[in-house]
């Protein structure tokens, strides 16, 4: 599919065109990656932040917020009820946190891998190369960092880089499949600023590095940050050209994502459930999505992990969220996924075992 096309379709209003596009994207996630939906059970392991992101809520300067890192029995316990839920994988996602130091991590994962057949993802923002090569060899196997926008402008203008290190989410994110993970990555759809080119460019992008993971879900504005205040009218494009960051424009991104990137692990992301608590997981579903991250932090740490408002699922239990999403991959005919779910095969580590 050429830019023009993606762009067209991005574009488009005409419900019966749509439903071509929707059929079209649920026959290929049929055929590529077939109708199990897997889980990854989701731990929030700490809302600390260095990074001054205009977007999220729990961005350094982020006032009042109680900030908590979770210690390393209080993960086991969550990793304990992954595997008793019979999830495949685990996800442990943070602020940039350099408090989560490379041993304490790395510890975690060796154990986590020695103990559990769980595929291990990591979600822990820019980190060195030396990190992830330690974690790698502990035995993570993936590393999601969504690269947000693919227009450098917008980026830096809500993407502060750090003092002396420019952010390079490009380059971080090959160096990662370098060294061996799976990689994740996605954007925000509807961020001030972004336009329908910058966003068909992204989809592009996903194909262009063969990404084997996508995540996007609607930019919602958050309170505590710039891009959620009277700041944020300044960012608008014309009406024309800003992209909404509604549901509509999210599946269309789902389903152009599938059509481009076949045989990728496509999440139905919480920021769409956000915006749609109804029906947003299940319209992605059937509309190129084969994966959800049920929440499994503890339900005082997850009211804490507040990146935007109003975030689904923030005063549900784990079990609530896994009856749940077990009763919706059902209610749309689908069946839970087996196993890690990886987008590569197994991993050689969950192989030897
Ligand atoms: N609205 C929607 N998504 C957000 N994220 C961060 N802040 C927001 C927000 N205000 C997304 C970013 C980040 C992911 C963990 O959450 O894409 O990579
Ligand atoms: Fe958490 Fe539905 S997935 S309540």
Redesign the pocket.
């Known amino acids: 599919m050429e830019k023009d096309e993606i762009l067209r379709w991005l574009r488009e209003k005409d419900e019966a065109r749509l439903e071509e596009l929707w059929v079209r994207a649920d026959g290929v996630r049929r055929a590529c990656v077939g109708d199990e939906v897997h889980l990854r059970g989701l731990v929030e392991i700490s809302n600390y932040c260095v990074r001054q992101?205009r977007?999220?809520?729990i961005n350094a300067c982020s006032q009042g917020i109680t900030r908590y890192r979770m210690n390393r029995q209080e993960i086991i316990e969550c990793i304990h009820e992954i595997v008793r839920f019979g999830y495949g994988s685990v996800v442990m996602?943070s602020g940039e946190d350099p408090g989560l130091s490379r041993s304490f991590v790395s510890d975690l994962v060796r154990e986590i891998s020695a103990t559990t057949d769980l595929a291990i993802t990591l979600?822990l923002g820019e980190r060195e190369d030396e990190d992830l090569r330690d974690w790698k060899e502990a035995g993570a196997d993936r590393y999601l960092l969504?690269f947000?926008t693919s227009d450098p402008e917008l980026y830096r203008k809500i993407h502060p880089s750090l003092p002396g290190k420019t952010s390079d989410r490009f380059s971080q994110l090959e160096r990662m499949r370098d060294i061996g993970y799976e990689i994740g990555t996605?954007?925000?759809v509807g961020i001030p600023g972004q336009s329908w080119q910058t966003l068909a460019q992204d989809i592009e992008i996903f194909r262009k590095y063969d990404m084997d993971m996508i995540g996007v879900?609607?930019?919602?504005?958050?309170p505590h940050?710039a891009?959620?205040g009277p700041e944020a009218a300044g960012f608008y494009l014309d009406p024309e050209d800003q992209v909404p960051n509604d549901e509509l424009t999210t599946l269309k991104v789902v389903a152009l994502t599938r059509l481009v990137c076949p045989a990728s692990n496509i999440p139905s992301t919480t920021?769409l459930a956000t915006i749609d608590p109804e029906s947003g997981r299940e319209l992605a579903l059937t509309r190129g999505a084969n994966v959800v991250m049920p929440n499994v932090t503890p339900p005082h740490y997850r009211v804490l992990y507040e990146?935007?408002p109003g975030k689904a699922c923030i005063h549900e239990t784990a079990q609530v969220c896994r009856n749940c999403m077990e009763r919706r991959i059902h209610s749309i005919g689908r069946v839970l996924g087996k196993g890690p779910g990886g987008r590569r095969g197994i991993s050689p580590r969950l192989a030897a075992k």
Do not use: D, H, K, N
Request: proline letters at 9%; a neutral charge; hydrophobic letters at 30%.
């Open positions: 992101c977007y999220c809520g996602q979600s969504r947000e996605g954007v925000m879900g609607p930019f919602l504005p958050s940050t891009l959620g920021a990146i935007y």
